[in-house]
């Protein structure tokens, strides 16, 4: 059934036609120009052999460090420390949100179950609700849990990824206390471009993708969609648990995963238009829609190992924004944008083992209009880029668990980033004052400096204040069999300090582009809430006493002979209860990632691989209890068919990539959260065109 | 191109795209056993503790060393839920050491110890009592039942099961046929019951003709006015040849304000555990005994000090949980609440029959075993629902008149003029013997107190009680010198000797510690003379479930 929904979908889309070449227009909105001097549908491979033209416009753009290589030489930028992650440097391996995030430095993803379950993003030892998540700059982050679900975003649908890492409350308000996760969705390029890719493997998993983007007479056009249908019925292993010198397993040792399948549809539309030299509109509008099993915990024993056989949980979202955007108005640049998210969740279980039968429906979502202003001027010998931001937003919620909630929350913001000496100064003093009702204002400071001694070194370092006000959920979940929100709670509250350095080299020896950083980062954070037991019946979250979280960051990259590219990242965490010394759960002591590109400059054939090496993770806030570490490999062959001799001119598309993609290659037993198991070695078929 | 070539060309693309990923529905996918199951490291947190697999264990029990020796064991077992299992461990050294070089299997989905894996889930293991080196019962509340285990390994052990042929039917379905004899590792508490009386209410004071009508709801399915099934096995003692097994008997709405409980019953068979194998049999007429109050969650052998036989039965009541007031933003109310009276029972092991009880009124009396003095003079229990001890008087048990059938029980609260009157109360929900509390502990409006049980060390003189919000022991000090009257004199007989803060408070300041703590009991013997090594066992719960030793010289 969803093997043939997701067919007729694509083959239904797959008969647009190809749009022919266009010329480049002459006034591409500047944001465009900026992030791509070079067309923004070409993989980096093709692009290292054209000639780099110079950055069209300045523009604010945190510290990048992209993955992979990149010959191009970065914009410059103030001072926080940024990931980008260009979605078609990964093309034909099929990557999902989550891998691509997991394998970012500094990142650490939790996933519940195969994919189309839940997973949830870690930065810098964050909780997953104290990273913020836009899309297109509109937050993601739901109001009831406060965090996004990762596997309800359809990466075949986006340009890019931007991941903030550290404090960005300055930046996106309430919750980025970890930092702030950018998704960009497809824009128009040089010429139009259609992109469909389908692919199906291992347990009945078919992902589906088509979309388009065109320039004309003024007009910008994106539009795409995305489907995705799994059984999810993998078997696993169950956890053996060695204590004492003994170990126990439950029995049987290997079940299947029940009541795993999910489906979800995705679908982007956004129409732009120039209306003068000056000012661009544009309307967006992402829907989503996912129907999935919810088998819970592995925790029990038999068959179904304490699965739940029939909890269900079906999800339907949408975001809508209209945007002004306007540049070289008086000397400066801004953009008004009006956004409205809502979400409607229904849950049933009709067994549940504590409270029966269960149908809950929840709607939250958010209203709320974004500002921005940003101007350039030189005074004296310094040049100041002064922006001013503003936001409010107006939460709501309905439920059927719940009583009806709604909060407004606010913020503005004033940041001035000061360059000295050719911008080899940076100075961003930058303040927010953030008001959410209920929890009054918040005063949120931050500095941050970069420094370019040498045209192949960059210095950087911040420090400033975050927060997060807690979720409805954590508020106000009534008693649930032993679970219930706590009204008394007070805002998390956090301070953030990183620095580190970049180095970057055209040429080393016999290696180019070769790229070297690393960073030290440390948050120190009060009233941490955490879900406890408080008595002998009920489990309810509470301010918890300081912790403390510091590590390192490094990462590296460089390619040989234009046919190897190597990249890797190492992030070392150190996360504890200060009052114990304890570790604080949920988050790996390190982790490694190696991403190793074999294949020639034409793109022909390429063959990646990564390894992720996964430490330890405490599961008890104790530290007691630890899920071992873990390497897993994935590896992914990709062949464009289109320069293939006998088969090329038969195929009308740009690029015709055929892979086929490896994970866990070595079927290790992979868990992130004690209870929730995780497939083993899957093996996927895809197809990728490009028109 | 022709536009038709062309059309073909891109019809004959799209198919070969589109025939990879569809041919990969073939592919099948790992398992994950390319590195083995993933191990989970369990280590303790505490020197004092050995690490349990799965939090909040659900009880443990010392093993004597020969069928009714009251001699100092050397061993104990420990329930487990994650996974189901009983794990035996030595007691001679801090922290205790797992005492099977064997790997400690889980119990399996077996819903009636037939050997024949039916359920979905494993047996989840509750009280624990062992009753000789190679045979322990374990009351399981999942698919209700007494699991048989060999303490020595903690693997499950066949008993022979025989239903005597008078034995109705329906009454307990998930046995075999009356008239069979089958090997078992299990018996069956999942009774049908349709014998109460007509005017048989629930703790709401419903009655439950009205809830529970004929046919088709009917679990009797015949010539029944009304029945229910009977739920949450909770203790199990042994005496006189006979295994008691106490049913709480929970029905709708659990972990509410107003959850509903049906009558309490405990449930008899004939048990004999020196056969080989040993055997048990259910019994047709006196095997179902219906208790005073609601709720009852323990069982404990008691032999008067005039050598007559007791079960002693601990009736909670009716127990609820506290919801939060919306109208308090500041505060996070929690914790039980006794929503009905508490009582303990007393039933003849000989005549079977219930032949005393004694109120304690709105006390919530806690879920372990009483705590019974060397003397055999006084019961101490905990409270559920708050940092309370209760206690009864067990002198008046001695001298109990014979009672006819049909009676009601002697009330043994001073109003029952058969008894002349007699007052078996010492602590009660009117008069307790309150803990003190922590300072800088769990708050108490979200965690009232739970004074989870108690335990009397080898001369009596000292009784040592567990507090679950606080993680603190408190000693009494009781003298009971020179046969004080009936009842023991409250306020000259016990009196709070001291406290120690075992484990951390639950809640926010607990965080990072062990906390929750649980049950404790003292080694029997003398520490010094009868044993070397700890002498003092408590369970901890949060996050790892832990078991504890202490030498305290208790006695």
């Keep these: ?691 | 191109m022709s536009a038709a070539l062309r059309r073909r060309v891109r019809v004959s693309a799209l198919a070969l795209a589109l025939a990879a990923p569809l041919g990969a529905a073939c592919v099948g996918g790992g398992s994950g056993s390319g590195g083995g199951a993933p191990v989970v490291t369990v280590e303790s947190p505490d020197e004092r503790c050995a690490p349990l697999p799965g939090a909040s264990p659900p009880g443990f029990s010392f093993v004597p060393p020969a069928l009714g020796s009251l001699a100092a064991p050397s061993h104990l077992v420990a329930g487990s839920f994650t996974p189901s299992s009983l794990i035996p461990f030595s007691l001679d050294t801090i922290p205790p050491a797992v005492a099977t070089t064997g790997r400690v299997p889980a119990f399996p989905p077996d819903s009636d110890g037939d050997g024949a894996d039916d359920g979905l889930f494993a047996a989840q293991p509750g009280g624990v009592l062992a009753l000789a080196p190679d045979l322990a019962l374990v009351t399981a509340s999942g698919y209700d039942e007494v699991l048989f285990v060999d303490p020595r390994t903690g693997a499950l052990r066949q008993v022979e099961v025989s239903v005597p042929a008078g034995l109705p039917a329906t009454r307990f379905e998930r046995l075999p046929l009356p008239g069979a004899s089958v090997l078992r590792t299990a018996i069956s508490t999942y009774a049908c019951i349709a014998d109460l009386p007509a005017g048989a209410v629930d703790s709401e004071g419903k009655l439950l003709a009205s809830l529970f009508p004929p046919a088709p709801n009917t679990c009797a399915r015949a010539n029944a006015a009304f029945s229910f099934r009977f739920s949450f096995t909770s203790g199990v003692a042994f005496a006189a040849g006979r295994l008691f097994v106490s049913m709480s008997n929970l029905g709708d709405d659990p972990g509410t304000l107003d959850t509903q409980f049906l009558p309490g019953a405990v449930l008899v068979y004939d048990f004999d555990p020196t056969a080989s194998p040993p055997r048990i049999a259910p019994r047709v007429d006196d095997g179902v005994i219906f208790t005073t109050a609601f709720n009852p969650t323990e069982v404990t052998a008691f032999r008067t000090r005039g050598g007559r036989d007791f079960v002693l039965v601990t009736d909670t009541g009716p127990l609820g949980v506290i919801v939060d007031d919306p109208a308090t933003t500041g505060e996070l109310e929690g914790g039980g609440i006794a929503r009905g009276e508490g009582a303990i029972d007393v039933i003849d092991v000989l005549t079977l029959q219930l032949v005393a009880t004694v109120p304690l009124g709105r006390a919530a009396p806690s879920f372990d075993a009483l705590a019974i003095d060397p003397t055999r003079r006084v019961a101490f229990t905990g409270d559920a629902a708050g940092r309370n001890l209760y206690a009864i008087d067990l002198a008046p048990l001695d001298s109990l008149p014979p009672l006819a059938p049909g009676d009601r029980p002697y009330r043994l609260d001073g109003s029952d003029t058969r008894v002349g009157g007699v007052d078996a109360r010492i602590f009660d929900a009117a008069h307790p013997l309150r803990l003190p509390a922590r300072p800088g502990g769990a708050p108490a409006v979200t965690c009232p107190g739970f004074a989870v049980g108690a335990a009397f060390n080898a001369s009596g003189g000292k009784l040592f009680a567990t507090e679950f919000c606080d993680g603190t022991l408190t000693t009494i000090g009781v003298d009971l010198a020179g046969d004080p009257p009936v009842p023991v004199p409250r306020g000259d007989h016990f009196a709070v000797a001291g406290q120690t803060n075992l484990v951390a408070s639950v809640g926010a300041s607990g965080l990072g510690k062990p906390r929750a703590l649980g049950s404790i009991a003292v080694r029997p013997g003398v520490p010094g003379f009868d044993y070397r090594g700890p002498d003092v066992f408590f369970l901890v719960g949060e996050p790892e479930g832990l078991l504890c030793a202490l030498r305290i010289d208790s006695f």
């Design chain 1, 1 to 691: 059934m969803v093997r043939a929904r997701l067919l007729a979908a694509t083959l239904a889309l797959a008969a647009m036609p190809a749009g022919a070449e266009e010329p480049a227009p002459a006034d591409e909105p500047a944001s465009v120009q900026a992030e791509q001097p070079a067309p923004a549908d070409e993989p980096a491979s093709a692009q290292a052999e054209q000639p780099a033209p110079a950055p069209a416009v300045e523009r604010q753009v945190p510290g990048v460090l992209a993955r992979g290589v990149k010959p191009r030489e970065l914009p410059e930028d103030p001072t926080s420390f940024t990931t980008v992650i260009r979605t078609d440097d990964y093309a034909g391996e099929g990557k999902t949100a989550e891998q691509l995030l997991s394998e970012a430095v500094g990142v650490q993803v939790r996933r519940f179950g195969g994919r189309g379950q839940p997973a949830e993003i870690s930065i810098r030892g964050s909780t997953a609700r104290q990273v913020v998540v836009l899309l297109d700059g509109v937050p993601l982050n739901d109001d009831r849990d406060g965090a996004v679900d990762l596997s309800t975003i359809p990466a075949d649908l986006l340009d890019r990824i931007e991941i903030s890492r550290g404090g960005g409350s300055v930046q996106a308000g309430s919750g980025a206390i970890g930092g702030v996760v950018n998704l960009i969705s497809r824009r128009p390029g040089a010429k139009p471009r259609t992109r469909a890719a389908v692919e199906g493997g291992s347990f009945d998993t078919f992902q589906g993708s088509l979309s388009h983007a065109r320039r004309f007479d003024g007009w910008e056009l994106t539009a795409g969609y995305d489907g995705f249908g799994t059984q999810g019925d993998f078997e696993f292993q169950r956890v053996q648990q060695r204590f004492a010198g003994q170990t126990i397993t439950f029995s049987p040792s290997q079940i299947e995963r029940i009541n795993n399948q999910a489906e979800s549809h995705a679908g982007l539309l956004r129409v732009g238009r120039d209306l003068n030299e000056r000012l661009h509109v544009s309307l967006q509008d992402s829907f989503y829609y996912g129907s999935r099993g919810v088998p819970g915990l592995d925790s029990g024993g038999g068959e179904s190992g304490g699965q739940r056989a029939d909890a269900h949980e079906r999800e339907t979202s949408n975001v809508a924004s209209l945007t002004l955007e306007a540049s070289d108005v008086q000397g400066a640049e801004g953009s008004i944008r009006l956004y409205d998210r809502r979400q409607r969740t229904r849950f049933t279980d009709p067994e549940s083992p504590c409270r029966g039968t269960i149908d809950t429906e929840s709607n939250d979502g958010t209203l709320g209009t974004q500002l921005d202003v940003e101007r350039t001027f030189a005074l004296g010998p310094t040049r100041h880029r002064v922006s001013v931001s503003a936001d409010v937003g107006q939460d709501r919620l309905t439920s059927t668990e719940l009583p009806n909630r709604d909060r407004l929350a606010s913020g503005y913001a004033l940041q001035d980033e000061l360059s000295l000496f050719e911008r080899r100064v940076i100075l961003a003093p930058a303040l927010r004052y953030d008001l959410t009702e209920g929890f009054g204002g918040e005063w949120l400071p931050r500095v941050g400096a970069v420094l370019e001694p040498l045209s192949w070194l960059r210095i950087k370092g911040n420090a400033e204040r975050s927060y997060r006000a807690p979720s409805f959920d954590e508020l106000y979940l009534p008693n649930q069999c032993f679970l219930r929100g706590n009204p008394g709670l007070e805002p998390e509250d956090a301070y953030n300090f990183d620095a580190g350095l970049e180095l970057a080299f055209e040429h080393v020896f016999f290696l180019d582009d070769v790229r070297l950083g690393g960073a030290w980062f440390r948050q120190e954070i009060q009233d941490s809430i955490v879900f406890l037991l408080v008595n002998s019946s009920l489990v309810a979250p509470e301010n918890t006493g300081a912790a403390t979280v510091h590590g390192y960051e490094m990462q590296g990259s460089f390619r040989f002979l234009g046919w190897v590219t190597l990249a890797a990242n190492a992030t070392l965490l150190d996360a504890n209860l200060d009052a114990t010394g304890t570790p604080l759960p949920g988050r790996a002591d390190d982790e490694v990632n190696v991403r190793l590109e074999i294949g020639p400059p034409s793109g022909l054939v390429k063959l990646a691989g990564t390894m992720q090496r996964t430490g330890e993770i405490p599961v008890s806030d104790t530290g007691g209890t630890v899920l071992p570490a873990r390497t897993v490999f994935d590896a992914s062959l990709s062949v464009d068919a289109r320069q293939l001799p006998w088969i090329g001119p038969r195929v009308p598309a740009e690029k015709l990539w055929l892979s086929v993609v490896g994970e866990n290659l070595t079927d290790r037993s992979v868990r992130d959260a004690l209870f929730f198991p995780q497939p083993g070695r899957t093996i996927t078929f895809r197809a990728e065109a490009w028109f």
